[in-house]
């Protein structure tokens, strides 16, 4: 593709800042516009998730940008799930039985604010705060702009323009609105809403829980999670539904009540949370939803890319990670001969498109999961297990979680039809009784057995599936 041509993106966000320096190492002239004011200068954090999950296709993204050694002392290994009962006692489930397998935890601004400082460094690469784009005419390829330092509004037009301005996609928008072209879009809510907390950092500094692991309070209906920053505090998530059950987000209206509800449920962490009340008053409550679309371009005018083409709820810890994939993906059909963004802009979403919607799937199903199921006893049961196939078999099995988050170079659709397979298989051989727990779980002639035995189940559930799929077609 020509790299003379200019390449419009709205949105510096964390898919935008990281598309903007990609194409910019590549050459393009590449103008950014942001509505929001530069990050750097001034504190943003109001209401959005403040740290994020970064795992293997994330990092795969950063290696690509050059930028992993700078990435690395933002982070804050996990190396599984701290599950906490009623009573307050924690189990340690790890998320690999492989050492070298876990995620980190991240701070959304200070990635959000590397990412800015290399874009800008480059001569190619001009960055707009404060500019919201108000429309985007996409058959002339050009966008308004509403400058809030002096209040007008002026129009810019470029080669390309690309839309990585999140779930709210002003790009999105105007396709919908637009009607030039058939548009499909899906919003889906869950019932849930989701609020910050903090669990702030001992007097001197130092965590007041353990610090390696995302901390999950699973109460069936609801749930509370935890994970560690920097400075020896917690990001503290809360996640319940908007108006059903005896606690929820519309009657948790006084400080007695969101007490008696923390004290019932969560009584370890509240212990920990003295800024308890003050928080829940002051943070807003804000919905998660899944968004679909498509297609994701308009001839070869524009493009949406990242959260405004797919936004997906948190629970795979797989959103951020999933734009930055969007961009590795990207970036290697670049290097195609492609003689058109057009060709380019197609190929790209007929391969990618499939991925996005399956981890889509997968974070919902994971928010089952970790509400519920992480306390069942057959679910831990076949959590033990896996983790005994990858610390035994590293090389012959990955858990789907694994296959989702470690696997790097298989797509997101891949891995959830294999893993999906898989936790069927096992599931339903221990509920068969096809798989008894022998009492030492090392056992490496009993596990080599049982993991064939899986294998086998799982290549015939994937084989009926393709076939009950072709029958539909």
Not at 118 to 129: D, G, K, M, S
Not at 332 to 346: G, P, R
Not at 385 to 410: C, Q, R, W
């Amino acid at each position: 593709m020509n790299n003379s041509q200019t390449i419009q993106i709205i949105g510096a966000g964390l898919c935008g800042s990281l598309l903007a320096l990609r194409l910019g190492q590549r050459g393009f002239n590449v103008e950014v516009f942001e509505k929001r004011p530069d990050l750097r200068k001034v504190d943003l954090s109001a209401g959005r998730s403040i740290n994020l999950a970064f795992s293997n296709r994330g990092i795969k993204a950063m290696n690509l940008v050059g930028l992993q050694h700078k990435v690395k002392p933002l982070c804050i290994p996990m190396y599984g799930r701290m599950l906490h009962d009623l009573e307050g006692n924690t189990t340690l489930s790890p998320y690999s039985g492989r050492e070298n397998e876990y995620i980190n935890s991240i701070s959304r601004n200070d990635l959000n604010a590397l990412l800015l400082e290399e874009a800008e460094a480059l001569a190619n690469v001009t960055i707009h705060f404060n500019h919201k784009c108000t429309a985007v005419d996409f058959e002339n390829t050009s966008s308004t702009f509403y400058k809030y330092e002096n209040k007008t509004e002026y129009s810019r037009k470029a080669d390309v323009i690309i839309g990585t301005d999140g779930a709210g996609s002003v790009l999105r928008k105007s396709y919908y609105l637009g009607k030039k072209f058939l548009f499909s879009f899906s919003q889906d809510y869950l019932t849930h809403g989701y609020k910050e907390l903090t669990i702030l950092p001992k007097e001197n500094g130092d965590y007041k829980t353990f610090k390696n692991a995302l901390h999950i309070w699973g109460r069936d209906a609801f749930m509370l999670i935890a994970l560690p920053n920097l400075d020896g505090s917690f990001t503290v998530t809360l996640f319940l539904n908007y108006d059903d059950g005896e606690y929820n987000f519309n009657n948790l209206t006084s400080e007695n009540q969101v007490r008696a509800f923390f004290s019932t449920y969560f009584k370890d962490a509240l212990e920990l949370m003295p800024n308890l009340v003050e928080d829940f008053f002051k943070n807003p409550t804000s919905p998660l939803g899944t968004v679909k679309c498509s297609p994701w371009h308009y001839k070869g005018n524009t493009l949406l890319l990242g959260d405004a083409a797919h936004a997906i709820v948190p629970f795979y810890g797989q959103g951020m990670n999933a734009s930055f994939e969007d961009i590795t993906e990207f970036d290697a059909l670049l290097d195609k001969e492609y003689n058109n963004w057009e060709s380019l802009f197609k190929a790209f979403e007929s391969s990618r498109k499939k991925d996005t919607d399956a981890i889509a799937d997968l974070a919902i199903d994971n928010f089952h999961e970790m509400k519920g199921h992480v306390n069942q006893a057959i679910f831990r049961e076949k959590r033990n297990l896996e983790m005994a196939f990858e610390k035994t078999f590293p090389d012959l099995y990955a858990s789907k979680y694994a296959l989702v988050t470690f696997n790097e170079n298989i797509g997101y659709r891949q891995a959830m039809l294999r893993g999906r397979a898989q936790d069927k298989a096992i599931l339903n051989m221990l509920a068969d009784g096809d798989i008894t727990m022998p009492l030492n779980i090392t056992d490496r002639t009993w596990l080599e057995e049982t993991l064939k035995q899986v294998q086998i189940e799982t290549d015939n559930i994937l084989e009926e599936d393709r076939v009950a799929k072709n029958m539909h077609h």
